[in-house]
């Protein structure tokens, strides 16, 4: 019953979490004590909140979810969790993500609780909208790096925010690509807005989102390089790594994989190499210069 009510939670899911890290760890602050703890109590705030909306996006979903042949193994779906007792721990969970967000910086409490407010009306209401739903779901990683910054009192680069925007809409819009090739005609079945997007439709926003998030990247590692004066261009050569990265992803959205991101970036092995290799020319160009 226990592991039922935890892998509801989907502790998998957490790693989009390590988003909140993103700003800090830029600018090079998660070596001073106080910022990391910071940080580390904002990714459990997060962790417990998405976990919340995780709980109640089932409890709305759950018609549609036993309709569909994966989602209908959800605890929720299956019965393993009743729907009562999910109401309870989704409701606890959601007070208690920005309640803990509030003992870092109250800021950082309010980017939690608009992150749940926006995710549960998603879940309600606008997920069912083409294209607002993609934005929506996208502007959850963005809220998560915002959370971070405010934790630590980062500034955040404009060019910084660009590229988590479109980097987050690129990969939300993969997964709706995947979802597309993987259910064909009966896609609208388990999620509505599907019927309003074609394969075409979303190869192109594919296209333009990754473009936008190479050219912002770019521009922000440009940026940074800038100010750092650094000897050996670091920042410059990171770019290599992220790119490297994206393309591979559309690959694996090509093949057939990427309805679940999370799986794609635990088990492409490529993804995770270019992934490495970002980290340690990234912190090189941040603690190295």
Not at 15 to 43: D, H, M, Q, R, Y
Not at 222 to 237: D, K, Q, R, W, Y
């Amino acid at each position: 019953m226990i592991r039922s009510y935890i892998r509801e939670a989907r502790p998998t899911q957490w790693s989009k979490n390590a988003l909140v890290f993103a700003a800090p760890a830029a600018l090079g602050v998660l070596n001073e004590w106080s910022s990391l703890a910071k940080t580390l109590t904002i990714f459990a705030a997060f962790c417990l909140t998405a976990s919340g909306t995780y709980y109640w996006n089932d409890i709305l979903d759950v018609v549609q979810d036993r309709e569909h042949p994966k989602k209908r193994n959800r605890p929720i779906a299956s019965g393993a969790v009743p729907m009562a007792s999910a109401r309870v721990v989704g409701s606890l969970l959601l007070i208690g993500g920005p309640a803990v967000a509030f003992t870092v910086r109250p800021a950082a409490a309010g980017i939690v609780a608009l992150y749940a407010v926006l995710t549960i009306g998603y879940s309600t209401w606008w997920k069912h909208i083409p294209i607002l739903d993609l934005a929506l779901v996208a502007s959850g990683f963005v809220l998560r790096a915002m959370a971070g910054a405010a934790a630590t009192q980062t500034p955040m680069s404009t060019w910084f925010v660009l590229c988590i925007t479109f980097g987050s809409f690129f990969i939300v819009t993969g997964k709706r690509f995947a979802e597309l090739l993987e259910m064909g005609e009966h896609a609208s079945i388990t999620r509505t807005s599907l019927k309003s997007y074609s394969i075409v439709y979303l190869r192109q926003l594919l296209v333009v989102s990754c473009t936008a998030t190479v050219v912002t990247y770019c521009m922000w590692a440009f940026e940074n390089a800038a100010v750092a004066a650094e000897s050996i261009p670091f920042h410059g050569l990171s770019i290599v790594p992220m790119v490297l990265a994206l393309l591979r992803y559309l690959l694996v959205l090509e093949n057939g994989g990427g309805g679940a991101p999370e799986e794609v970036f635990y088990g492409d092995r490529w993804i995770q190499a270019y992934g490495l290799v970002w980290v340690l020319v990234y912190g090189l160009a941040v603690y190295a210069s």
